[in-house]
C-alpha cells in the first residue's frame, strides 16, 4: 500500500463556472508528487498544494525531453458520485512509456491509488454541468542535473488536475482534416507507440500548416512509405468502408494504443459487427470516397471520446464525407461511451472505478 502524506492549500481557490472552464487552462488545488531514485526507487508520495516545482536549469528533461504523460478524466454522474474511466488502461500504457523512455516502472497499484488520492482530495473540483469532467494529467521528468546523453537517476511523477468544459457545448461538429504529405509523426522503430511530449513537439508544425490551411488537424500517413494512415492529431482514426469498420492496427508500432479507440472496438464488436484492424492505405480511403463507399471517417480520444470528419483535403482535392454529418456508427459510439462515462446507462463491461 502507498504511503500518501497529504498537505492541504491554506488558500483554496474558488471554482469557476463551467462556461469559464474550457480544456488545460485551469487547475485544481493540489497535486501529488513522487520522487524517484537508484537508492529508493519510487518514494515519499505526498499531495501538496498546486503550484510551481523547482529544478536545476541542467534538470535532463530540459535537454533530451525524458518525459512522458497520461491523459484521463474523473467524471460527475447524475448521482453526484464521482467514477473514472478504465483508469487501468492509462496506467499500464505509462509504464510501458516508461519502458520505451528508459523510465523506472510505477507499481499500478501505486499509481491507481495516487490518482484516486488526488481526486479524493479535490474532488469538489469535478464540475456538475453536462459534459464536464476533471481532466487529469500523469507525467514523469528526468531531474538529474547533468547534460551527459544518458537515461536519468532522478525522476518525479506529478498528478496535476484540470476541471474541463463540455468538448461539444455547441453540438458535435464535424472537422476538416488535411492529408499531411511532407512532415511525419513517427517511423517504425520510433516513439509513436509511447504518449511522449516529444512526440507532441515534432507534430506542431505539421498542424501549424493545417491551421494555416483553415484545417482543424493534420491526418498522419506512416513515415516509412507516406501511404498508410496513422492517426488524425493526436487521436485514433476510425473509416466506415462500405458498411465495415476499420482502423489501423497497432503492430507496427507506429499508433499510440488509445483507451478510447479500445473501447470502440469492444463495443463495436459487442455488437456483433465487425471491426478489421489493419494496414490502411491513404489511397484505398480517397479509391472508397470516389466509389461513394466511404461512409465515415472519426477520431478518437479521451479529450473528444469521437470526433466525426466531416471533410478531408488532399492537396486541391476535397472530399466530403457523409454530407458532412456525424455518421451512424460514430453517434452510436459515442452515446455508448459517454453514456457509461457519466453514468447514464448500465457499465456492462465494467469500465468505471468509483472514488
Ligand atoms: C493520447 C493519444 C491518443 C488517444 O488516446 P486515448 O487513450 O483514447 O485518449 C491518440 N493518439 C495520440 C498521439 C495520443 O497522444
Redesign the pocket.
Known sequence: MLNIRIEKTTAPKAKPSSEKLGFGKLFSDHMFVMDYDVENGWHDARIVPYGPISLEPSAMVFHYAQELFE?LKAYRRADGEIQLFRPDKNIERMNNTCERLCVPKINPEDALAAIKAVVDVDRDWVPYDEGTSLYIRPFIIATDPFLGVHPSHTYKFIIILSPSGSYYAAGINPVKIMIEREYVRCVKGGTGMA?VGG?YAASLLGQQKAEEAGYAQVLWLDGVHRKYVD?VG???VFFVIDGVVVTPSLEEGNI?P????ASCVELIRSWGMKVEERKVSVDEIIEAHKSGKLNEVFG???AAVISPVGELCDGDDRMIINDGKIGEVSQKLYDAITGIQWGRIPDDMGWTQKI
Not at 258 to 261: A, D, K, S, Y
Open positions: 491523459g504518449k512526440n492517426e493526436a487521436m485514433n499510440l488509445g483507451v478510447t479507440r478518437t480520444g479521451t
